[in-house]
């Protein structure tokens, strides 16, 4: 089936912008999270849904980013007045969520990421 | 101390050995853990998932779980040139309320070498 898809795949953008960056999750998959992986680093943690609200947005790095989700599916990532700082990869991943009834809900698949690159 | 801790290696074993990876965590209420494989300039790719103390094997991987010690390793039989990349350990936590946040390590790196 199809995996976690996100777009663009590459985005470059000037210093100032603001970018938006889309996750489609596996379908009826009800967890969606999003992290920073800066280069040569680890994975940073920036915020989860459930459905269509964040429980969790600890790790949102300041009120430059901001995330939605609509019901079920689509989730974006907002960064707006975009640093230098703010270039990374940006994953998405998805969970089988409270739909399941296991551990295995959750396994989260990532997608391909998003390398955003700010000059 | 960090929640889920990895040597960060580079970890170095000639093709057919034996790789041992090993993972602590601080959180003793954790549940579920997993390990994700990283190739450069790919995202992670889970490849295995222990839920509860002792081994899980499949295939070349076997993952191996104390909750006592609050530690986790992944061994990787007959290792392969193709298994050089970085592996993640993480921890799932359920979070008051409901839903659940997985905490990662920094990872790995494993080098087979011919």
């Known amino acids: 089936g199809a995996g976690v898809s996100q777009s663009p795949s590459n985005k470059v953008t000037e210093k100032g912008k603001d970018v938006e960056l889309r996750c489609d999750p596996i379908s009826g998959h009800t967890a969606l999270y999003w992290y920073r992986q800066r280069l040569g680093q680890g994975l940073e943690f920036l915020i989860y849904?459930?459905?269509?609200?964040?429980?969790?947005k600890s790790g949102l790095p300041s009120d430059r980013f901001s995330a939605e989700r609509t019901g079920e599916s689509v989730s974006t990532l907002t960064i707006q007045r975009t640093q230098q700082e703010d270039s990374a990869v940006y994953l998405c991943?998805?969970?089988?969520?409270?739909?399941?009834?296991?551990?295995?809900?959750?396994?989260?698949?990532f997608g391909p990421g998003t390398r955003l690159t700010v000059t | 101390q960090k929640e889920v801790e990895q040597n960060s290696g580079p970890l170095s074993v000639p093709e057919g050995a034996i790789a041992s990876l090993n993972c602590t965590y601080s959180d003793r209420v954790s549940q579920s853990f997993f390990w994700y494989r990283q190739y450069s300039g790919k995202s992670p790719e889970l490849i295995m998932s222990?839920?509860?103390?002792g081994d899980k094997e499949d295939g070349r991987f076997t993952a191996q779980l104390n909750k006592a010690s609050q530690y986790v390793s992944l061994l990787i039989r007959d290792s392969q040139p193709s298994d050089s990349a970085t592996y993640l350990c993480?921890?799932?936590?359920?979070?008051?309320?409901?839903?659940?946040?997985?905490?990662f390590g920094t990872g790995t790196q494993l080098k087979v070498e011919l």
């Open positions: 993480a921890v799932n936590r359920v979070l008051t309320g409901g839903g659940n946040k997985l905490t």
């Open positions: 991943a998805s969970s089988p969520g409270l739909a399941g009834v296991s551990f295995s809900s959750y396994e989260q698949y």
């Open positions: 849904f459930q459905g269509n609200s964040a429980p969790d």
């Open positions: 222990i839920y509860s103390n």
